[in-house]
């Protein structure tokens, strides 16, 4: 543990190499799976539902477990160290099936690497997150901080998606796994051994579980961010996801296509994130985080008409303003929910926080999962083998209508997130939440 300040762009760049791994993971496990695997829409459907349930029990453990660590290395750095290796084996072995796995096996092959590839990114998430609060006071430190991750994060966004689909042509699936694990796992750790994380005072108390637990439970604020988190999540996840059904069945185009589309998301979020951000200091957090919010849902409206690749861009481009507005502003209203609990209660407790809320935004789990559902009982798409009758229609589903739904329940929760807006110091109140 240290006293000595850590450089914002040496925590930043950990968001590169956590992102690698997670986004090629959660975007392309159904198409690696369902269209090229043999396992069917339900079947996937119901990896995600049982894994967001393993998730509400692991989150909560490794944030406590973070929370009570004492070593030499520090509180978060020591599960970084020993989980990376973990999460780079689990990732490479979720794309790489192996041969003596028959067809009958592919499923209960598919949910057990799920599940340890999404648990041991828990451990990885939970513990990268709780520094950033620790290690970064005030609202000037955390939003050049958060700026600098958020860019990592989407240039992240860029290889692990926008590039994916051009890399495993030409690779295949196992061998892009095993470049980006390496990759991934290198640049997690090169963060986390320059680190300087706050000395911890050995005379304050431990955070005890029940008591955490019953605090942080009980805390509306918690609840309305974790809900309003779950349901952007769940909307772009299933872009991302649903992308390549979207290029071939309703656009009826080639797999450059998906380059192209997920390629103009996240260049127009990199760009727009130090747009947000100047709009973040001028008219205050919470209404910017509302306002992109609304941005966000609104974005989809024009992909559900487009019928080619130029107007599918032009449907693109708002949906990458919409979504630097989001990254931009999410993680620090999450951050301002952990100050305030320490204020109130006197307690270090990013961990478990930062796991909780992490396990919030993979709630998001069961509404991706209820779509994947809803796709093959209402339009009979069931896989790649199996498309239904109306396959263009599924993908505009899975693309547009679902995701704005759940991007309107995200909006109407953010509505009854509301605290004082704090000074440029992060710890005095300033002047009421205000609109933009």
Same mark, same amino acid.
């Given at each position: ?281 001028? =008219?205050? +957090? ?5 306002? /992109?919010? %609304?941005?966000?849902? $609104?974005?989809?409206?024009? *992909?559900? !008409? ?90 505009? =589903?899975? +693309? ?5 739904? /759940?991007? %309107?329940?995200?909006? $109407?929760?953010?509505?009854? *997130?509301? !605290? ?17």
């Amino acid at each position: 543990m240290s006293d000595r300040k850590t450089s914002s762009l040496r925590y930043a760049v950990g968001m590169f190499g956590t992102s690698i791994p997670i986004n090629m993971f959660k975007t392309y496990a159904a198409a690696f799976y369902v269209m090229g695997r043999g396992v069917t829409t339900s079947q996937l459907a119901l990896v995600l539902f049982i894994y967001t349930f393993v998730d509400a029990i692991d989150n909560p453990v490794y944030g406590f477990l973070s929370d009570r660590t004492r070593t030499r290395w520090g509180r978060r750095r020591l599960w970084l160290v020993i989980g990376t290796p973990l999460l780079v084996l689990s990732f490479i072995g979720f794309f790489n099936v192996p041969s003596f796995i028959g067809p009958g096996s592919v499923f209960a092959y598919m949910l057990l690497m799920y599940i340890l590839t999404g648990t041991l990114d828990s451990l990885i998430n939970a513990n990268y997150a709780a520094l950033f609060p620790e290690m970064f006071k005030t609202d000037t430190e955390r939003a050049k901080t958060n700026a600098l991750r958020q860019a990592f994060q989407l240039v992240a966004m860029v290889i692990s998606i926008a590039l994916t689909p051009v890399v495993t042509d030409k690779l295949g699936y196992g061998t892009t796994a095993l470049i980006y694990g390496l990759l991934a796992g290198a640049v997690i750790l090169f963060m986390a051994l320059g680190c300087h994380e706050p000395a911890a005072d050995a005379s304050v108390e431990k955070p005890r579980l029940l008591n955490t637990l019953k605090d942080m439970l009980t805390n509306p604020k918690f609840w309305i961010y974790g809900l309003t988190n779950a349901f952007y999540s769940a909307a772009m996840a299933l872009v991302m996801a649903a992308v390549p059904f979207y290029v071939q069945y309703t656009l009826g185009l080639s797999g450059i296509a998906n380059t192209v589309l997920l390629g103009v998301v996240l260049l127009l979020a990199m760009g727009c994130v130090a747009i947000w951000a100047h709009l973040v200091k001028k =008219f205050t +957090l919470m209404p910017v985080w509302r306002t /992109a919010l %609304i941005f966000m849902g $609104l974005s989809f409206i024009p *992909l559900y !008409f487009a019928s080619g690749l130029v107007s599918a861009i032009c449907g693109c481009v708002a949906v990458g303003i919409g979504f630097a507005g989001v990254i931009t502003t999410m993680d620090l209203v999450g951050a301002r929910i952990m100050d305030e609990d320490c204020r109130i209660h006197g307690l270090k407790r990013e961990g478990t926080y930062a796991s909780a809320m992490g396990f919030m935004n993979r709630l998001s789990g069961l509404f991706t999962s209820l779509a994947f559902l809803l796709v093959g009982s209402l339009y009979g798409f069931e896989s790649g083998d199996v498309p239904g009758p109306h396959p263009a229609q599924a993908a505009r =589903f899975l +693309l547009v209508i679902f995701p704005f739904c /759940a991007m %309107i329940l995200s909006v $109407l929760c953010s509505r009854f *997130l509301k !605290f004082p807006e704090l000074d440029g110091d992060g710890t005095k109140p300033g002047r009421a939440d205000g609109a933009l």
